[in-house]
Structures are given as structure tokens and as C-alpha cells.
């Protein structure tokens, strides 16, 4: 079977755990690293928690690199109110056993895509896109030979959950999206508007619950923390599983239905910064480089995390 090489830059985060702990048990990927950012907590914490999740995994194979503290241009925001003070909701951190490796993140991904065929690397990004951003800066050439850059992101129809029509992700570096969509990147946008759709209900975590692995048990930890926190703060007794989306895609794309768009990014208003502003309509946008996610089979998905995980 041929693997699919895939680099994931992340900042964990309970669904980016759930994303990574995806990732680790699918066969079907070559795993060439994790790449760390600044977002839903700092990204010391993040690094931490990816090497956490590695080590439960069993996959120090694979490794992790840190990238950029802050964003482009703005203050670090986090998201602690929804992921724990430390990034892994209920999990009690520790110091892994095997550490970060050496050099910055954007040159890792620069390094390990230049040295693959062209489009032979895909690129999960689950967090903020600052990483990718630095990389292709340094490295123009970077948007032709990377393959799908599959990223959790953005709000359309949904409306935000940062502000009223921002996610998180986008809202915490607008630049840093608005540069990578700017460029030649294949991306593939999965915002708000499918991830939505896919939900860790009582009979879904109970399953993962079921199997009894440390993988399965770290996964649904985290989705347990999730539905706590969104009942408090959403009223929502289903929380939305957003990070692991981009993944399950690119393991069965058919979960998902895309439709051709261009993206663009508000950077200019405080009032409604990091909206993502998706057009469909080729006769008003001429050109249509982007793909947006309309929908998903959230049994699906689901299936897959209790696949990799058992």
C-alpha cells in the first residue's frame, strides 16, 4: 500500500488530540512530523502535548518540532477556556520521554516538502497557520510542491465561535491566513460549517469509552471534557470534534462534500477580524483556487477514530 506522506502542524488542544491520536493509528499515512504552534495555549504547551500524545501512541518514530510563539503581527491569543489551562482538558500533563527536535518548525516543513516530489506531501494545519506562513515566506517554491493543505478553519454559514463570524484558528492570525491563501497552496478549507456536523455524542464517546486502549481512553477524555465545557459555556450537549476533520478527509475523502471557492480573509477590522469571506460564484470571484467544506458524515469520521485507536 502506497502511504500518504503527511506533515501536521497543530497546536493541541483536546481536538487536535483527537486529530493527532487519528493520525498515529492510521496506517495509511506516513507520518514525516509534528509541527507545533502558538494558539489554543502557548506553544511550549503545545510542543509538550503533541510529545504527550506521541508518547501514548507509542509513535516516538515521528518527530516534533516547535514553531513560531505568536502570530505575524498580533498578541498571542489562547483558548484555554475550552481546551484546559494546560491543552489536554482532564489528561494530567507530564515531561515525555523523548524531546522536541532540533530547528524551527517552518524550516522542518520547508525541509521535509523540497526534499519529496512535488505534491507528494500533504499538510494537515489544525491550528493557526503562522508555521506555514514563516515557511512560505522563506521558501516561495514551498506552495507548488506541497500537496493538499487540508486546514481546520473559518465560518461561513455558521456563523464564529470566537466572534460573531470569525473561528478561532483564523481569528488568531488573520495575516498568516490571508498569506497562505494568497498563494499557489491546494488548499482545502475545513471551517465551521461542516466540522459542525460531525459531534461527540453520548453513544460516540461511550463507544471509544468501550475499547479500553490508551489511545481510545486519551480520545475520550478529551471529547468528555469537551461536552462538560460546551454544555457550560454553549449549551451544547454534543460538542463539535473540528480538528479531526482535515485528517479523516484525507484518509476517505468521500466524508466530505467540497465546492470550489476563493477565500479571503479580514484583517482590517477589529469588528470582524478573521472573518473568511468563501464565494462560490466564479462570475463575481473570476478565479476559483480554493475547495470549502459543505458537509460531512460525521459516523464516518467517527468510524475512523475507533479504527485507529483500537
Do not use: Y
Not at 516534533?64 to 491569543?77: I, K, T
Not at 481569528?171 to 456536523?197: K, M, N, S, Y
Amino acid at each position: 500500500m502506497t502511504r500518504q506522506a503527511l506533515i501536521i502542524d497543530c497546536d493541541p488542544g483536546v481536538d487536535d488530540a483527537v486529530a493527532l491520536l487519528l493520525a498515529f493509528g492510521s496506517e495509511a499515512f506516513e507520518l514525516l512530523a509534528i509541527t507545533a504552534v502558538g494558539g489554543n495555549v502557548p506553544v511550549v504547551k503545545t510542543a509538550r502535548n503533541a510529545r504527550i500524545l506521541r508518547q501514548i501512541a507509542g509513535r516516538e518514530d515521528v518527530p516534533v518540532f516547535m514553531g513560531a510563539d505568536r502570530p505575524l503581527r498580533r498578541e498571542p491569543a489562547g483558548a484555554g477556556e475550552f481546551h484546559g489551562a494546560e491543552g489536554l482538558g482532564d489528561l494530567t500533563p507530564f515531561e515525555p520521554h523523548a524531546p522536541c527536535a532540533e530547528g524551527h518548525a517552518a524550516d522542518a516543513i520547508i525541509d521535509l516538502v523540497m526534499a519529496r516530489p512535488a505534491k507528494s506531501v500533504a499538510l494537515a494545519v489544525l491550528g493557526p497557520l503562522t508555521n506555514l506562513a514563516l515557511a512560505l515566506r522563506k521558501e516561495p517554491a514551498l506552495a507548488e510542491r506541497l500537496g493538499p493543505v487540508a486546514i481546520m478553519g473559518g465560518a461561513r454559514a455558521e456563523g464564529g465561535n470566537i466572534t460573531a463570524s470569525a473561528e478561532f484558528n483564523i481569528w488568531a492570525d488573520p495575516e498568516a491566513a490571508a498569506e497562505v491563501l494568497a498563494t499557489g497552496c491546494d488548499v482545502v478549507l475545513f471551517g465551521l460549517d461542516a466540522t459542525h456536523q460531525v459531534r461527540a455524542t453520548e453513544a460516540r464517546i461511550a463507544a471509544l469509552e468501550a475499547v479500553g486502549t490508551p489511545m481510545a481512553d486519551a480520545a475520550a477524555s478529551m471529547m468528555r471534557f469537551s461536552q462538560r465545557v460546551e454544555r457550560k459555556i454553549v449549551g451544547w450537549d454534543a460538542p463539535p470534534v473540528h480538528d479531526p476533520c482535515p485528517v479523516a478527509w484525507l484518509l476517505k475523502p468521500g466524508l466530505f462534500g467540497l465546492k470550489p471557492c476563493r477565500i479571503a480573509v479580514e484583517t482590517g477590522s477589529e469588528l470582524t477580524r478573521g472573518h473568511t469571506a468563501v464565494e462560490f460564484r466564479e462570475g463575481v470571484a473570476g478565479a476559483l483556487p480554493h475547495r470549502w467544506a459543505t458537509s460531512a458524515d460525521a459516523d464516518g469520521v467517527f468510524a475512523l477514530i475507533a479504527a485507529a485507536v483500537r
